[in-house]
């Protein structure tokens, strides 16, 4: 039996297509560049924080097609034709998403740096589940590390952010 023939590529860059916040995006990379430090260095969005780089932290959470992921651990080649949404991307039309206008309304920030993080797991959760309880959102954010603690207020930001969404 033959081995099945794969297609390599590298160790030279390369282009990589894909939509960021609604905009088609196409950059030239190593294929080893993360997810995170082509949004931060190469398209200077800078939303997504680089913290632990190793998959711990969840400050450089991002939503792959609608999916929470750490763009630290994320190949930016693995994004090619896919959909990357970002902090950036969050507001519509100078209109902050529920999600944003929850974390003001509860004071579910301190010093802000997982705050990115935060937003974008409780985003992705309120579009698989509109009507999360408090136990759905500690959960969607588990990943994500508050150095501040403030996980009470980020939980009941979530829960806010769902009842108003569900009413917009």
């Known amino acids: ?19 960021v916040n609604g905009h088609p995006a196409t950059v030239h990379i ?8 082509t949004l931060r260095e190469t398209l200077g969005l800078t939303g997504a924080k ?12 991002v939503l792959v ?10 190949l930016a080649i693995a994004c090619e034709g896919r959909s990357v949404e970002t902090v950036e991307g969050l507001a519509r039309d100078g209109q902050l998403h529920p999600v944003q206008q929850a974390f003001i309304d509860h004071d579910a920030f301190q010093c802000g740096f997982c705050t990115p993080g935060q937003l974008m797991s409780i985003a992705a959760l309120l579009r698989s589940n509109g009507a999360p309880s ?4 500690t959960r969607a954010v588990t990943g994500n590390l508050c150095r ?7 939980v009941a930001a979530g829960v806010a952010a769902a009842r108003k969404a569900g009413r917009a």
Do not use: Q, W
């Open 1 to 19: 039996m033959a081995p099945k023939a794969s297609s390599f590529v590298g160790p030279g860059a390369l282009d990589v297509s894909f939509e």
């Open 30 to 37: 190593p294929p080893h560049r993360t997810l995170l430090d």
């Open 50 to 61: 680089k913290v632990c780089d190793e998959g711990t932290c969840g400050a450089c959470t």
């Open 65 to 74: 097609d609608g999916k929470a992921v750490y763009s630290c651990m994320t």
């Open 134 to 137: 408090e136990e759905d959102v």
């Open 148 to 154: 501040c603690g403030a996980y009470p207020n980020i």
